[in-house]
T-cell receptor, first 115, second 115 residues
């Protein structure tokens, strides 16, 4: 079974600064997908960024980028130019490419953005 | 339409009540999911429907009864719940094929309180 580990329960960043959230995972599969989801106090889980394991190039979405290290099974999220609206719980998630296709979530990192 | 709509947003029910949660999407997704989320924790998978058939039941107590009447709707019927069942219930949908890169689309959840 796959496991996803987020070792930072809480992080804080100054507005306009850069912060990196860590995520590691364990799997025996070679083909899979990785995601970062954001859950603000409004409760809705919002997809921030996604990465296909077969792609070597790191995904980027505006101020959000990932550092995907397949051999190390590491998938960190970098948020540049942090904004107050980035404050939320961030979940790293793994999805198998197989038939189950369930999302396995990490325990989450609560990000606070300081003005 | 790129949304998953959940109703009601809030629900308070007694332990002897029967109530239902509703989830609707019109994105053509053929996989739908129910998750339970406690505060500051990641979502926990309850049920998976694929092509309107129940494909995964994560050993959920029978007081939770899912139903998928058509490809756009997913219900969760609740009966004789316990106070520990109080949580945020999230619905999600995804493409059911091998298009795992798109991840899930989540609704904003129903906040359930059992008294």
């Amino acid at each position: 079974a796959q496991t996803v580990t987020q070792s930072q329960p809480e992080m804080s960043v100054q507005e306009a600064e850069t912060v990196t959230l860590s995520c590691t995972y364990d799997t025996s599969e070679s083909d899979y997908y990785l995601f970062w989801y954001k859950q603000p106090p409004s409760r809705q889980m919002i997809l921030v960024i996604r990465q296909e394991a077969y792609k070597q190039q790191n995904a980027t979405e505006n101020r959000f980028s990932v550092n995907f290290q397949k051999a190390a099974k590491s998938f960190s999220l970098k948020i540049s130019d942090s904004q107050l609206g980035d404050a939320a719980m961030y979940f790293c998630a793994y999805r198998s490419s197989g038939s189950a296709r369930q999302l396995t979530f990490g325990s989450g990192t609560q990000l606070t953005v300081l003005p | 339409d790129t949304e998953v709509t959940q109703t009601p947003k809030h629900l308070v029910m007694g332990m002897t009540n029967k109530k239902s949660l509703k989830c609707e999407q019109h994105m053509g997704h053929r996989a739908m999911y129910w998750y339970k989320q406690k505060a500051k924790k990641p979502p926990e998978l309850m049920f998976v429907y694929s092509y309107e058939k129940l494909s995964i039941n994560e050993s959920v107590p029978s007081r939770f009864s899912p139903e998928c009447p058509n490809s756009s709707l997913l219900n969760l019927h609740l009966h004789a719940l316990q106070p520990e069942d109080s949580a945020l219930y999230l619905c999600a949908s995804s493409q059911a094929g091998a298009h795992g890169v798109n991840g899930y689309t989540f609704g904003s959840g129903t906040r359930l309180t059992v008294v």
